[in-house]
């Protein structure tokens, strides 16, 4: 099932619609070794092929979402071992295979490969005391899961390339000032009622909706403008071909609540 065990994340269905997994490698703060990213992936993968799971929220502890790629694991490796392994290739699973929303829930440490895989989310949320940075200049490298991409295109070059360069961490208050972040909450648990009620809310509604919703705006990170209104306009005329448009303009006309059919 959706919910069976794992050795460094957890898994549940918190809310009706809602699939959650924890980051739990506490010992390390979340560092995301090769063994948590398969773990997530499979996880991630059970929760797209789930008829009863709509939207997913990832989260790690208080102290720590992900401090990062695993140094230890890192140290040792050659070139070639990188190149032919493609090493964190496989992290970016989570934005190809997953086709329905992912919220990430950011509290403590997003650092490196944390706030690179943070930074995959559809939505990002996180306390005001949220620890981001990519400081992998200090151990003599670059971002590798994507983060002088998603980092630049989030805060615009001026800010990506002193954060890169630096190595200087931000906190979820700027996060959420600079566009980062969706929203910003006082403490975890503030944190975690925001990012599930988030989550429960897109789970009320129709799941071929959902699903282009997020298609279209991810389309807007690739494509030109012209290219991606275009791409919206076919998606749009599209979704007149699927059950729940009919269903929620007609529920809306007849003023009762939509009940999705989920085609
Ligand atoms: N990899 C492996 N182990 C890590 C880790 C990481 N990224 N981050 C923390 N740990 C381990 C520590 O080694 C320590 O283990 P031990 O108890 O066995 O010594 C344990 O987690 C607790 O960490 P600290 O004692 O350091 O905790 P702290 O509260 O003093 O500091 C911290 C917290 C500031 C986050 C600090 O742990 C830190 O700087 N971590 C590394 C952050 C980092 O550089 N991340 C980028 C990694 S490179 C990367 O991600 C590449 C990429 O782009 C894909």
């Keep these: 099932t959706a919910t069976r065990s794992y050795e460094y994340i957890q898994v549940s269905e918190p809310r009706p619609g809602v699939g959650q997994v924890t980051l739990n490698r506490p010992k390390a703060l979340n560092a995301l070794s090769t063994p948590l990213i398969t773990e997530l992936n499979t996880a991630l993968r059970t929760f797209q092929s789930s008829p009863s799971i709509s939207a997913i929220v990832l989260t790690g502890s208080e102290r720590a979402f992900a ?3 695993d140094i230890k694991e890192m140290a040792p490796l050659t070139f070639s071992q990188a190149y032919t392994t493609s090493f964190i290739e496989s992290w970016s699973d989570l934005t190809t295979a997953l086709k329905k929303p992912l919220i990430a829930a950011v509290s403590g440490h997003a650092l490196g490969g944390g706030c690179e895989l943070a930074l995959m989310a559809d939505i990002l949320y996180c306390t005001r005391t949220a620890n981001f940075g ?4 200090k151990l003599g490298t670059i971002p590798g899961a994507g983060g002088s991409q998603r980092l630049t295109r989030a ?3 001026a800010k990506a390339m ?4 630096t190595g200087k961490s931000f906190s979820g208050e700027e996060a959420e000032k600079w566009g980062v972040a969706a929203r910003v909450f006082e403490g975890y648990g503030e944190l975690m009622e925001g990012a599930l009620g988030t989550a429960e809310t897109i ?3 129709s799941r071929v909706a959902v699903q282009a919703a997020k298609e279209v705006v991810n389309r ?7 290219d991606g209104v275009e791409y919206e306009r076919r998606v749009f005329h599209g979704l007149f071909g699927s059950r729940d448009q009919k269903i929620g303009m007609e529920a809306f006309a007849g003023k009762k609540k939509a009940e999705w059919s989920h085609e």
């Design 162 to 165: 002193e954060l890169v360069l």
């Design 203 to 205: 789970a009320g509604y």
């Design 220 to 226: 807007s990170q690739e494509l030109g403008l012209r």
């Design 155 to 157: 805060v615009g070059k």
């Design 67 to 69: 401090a990062g790629a």
């Design 134 to 137: 990519q400081p992998e200049i």
